[in-house]
């Protein structure tokens, strides 16, 4: 599976993008998704899943209530809704599908890796 995610850009604080992952190749419409992100200096981490029928729907804490996951239904393709975004938001942010139909926390869970989009949040 390729993915290819997409929507990033420069924002100030407080305001709001919306991320698209596509995945090509093999179908991933029976595998959970997830996106994770990868600020300068640190580890990636996790940041939002969703299952393969747009359910089991898991965020990261330091993200719930302001961002929003979300798929289409027998489809390849994720979205990432950023609201309310922080500084702290700024990170390259890749898209991943899982090795099974749920999706999770743990990055060794997901087979295969988008290529990533740069987010940066301007104060």
């Known amino acids: 599976v390729q993915l290819q995610a997409s929507g990033g850009g420069l924002v100030q604080a407080g305001g709001s993008l919306r991320l698209s992952c596509a995945a090509s190749g093999r179908t991933a419409s029976n595998n959970g998704m997830g996106w994770f992100r990868q600020a300068p200096g640190k580890e990636r981490e996790f940041v939002a899943a969703?299952?393969?029928?747009?359910?089991?729907?898991v965020y990261a804490d330091s993200v719930k209530g302001r961002f929003t996951i979300s798929r289409e239904y027998g489809k390849s393709t994720m979205y990432l809704q950023m609201n309310s975004l922080k500084p702290e938001d700024t990170a390259v942010y890749f898209c991943?599908?899982?090795?099974?139909?749920?999706?999770?926390?743990?990055?060794?869970?997901?087979?295969?890796w988008g290529q990533g989009t740069l987010v940066t949040v301007s104060s």
């Open positions: 991943a599908v899982a090795r099974k139909a749920l999706a999770g926390r743990d990055r060794d869970a997901y087979a295969s």
């Open positions: 969703v299952g393969w029928n747009g359910g089991s729907i």
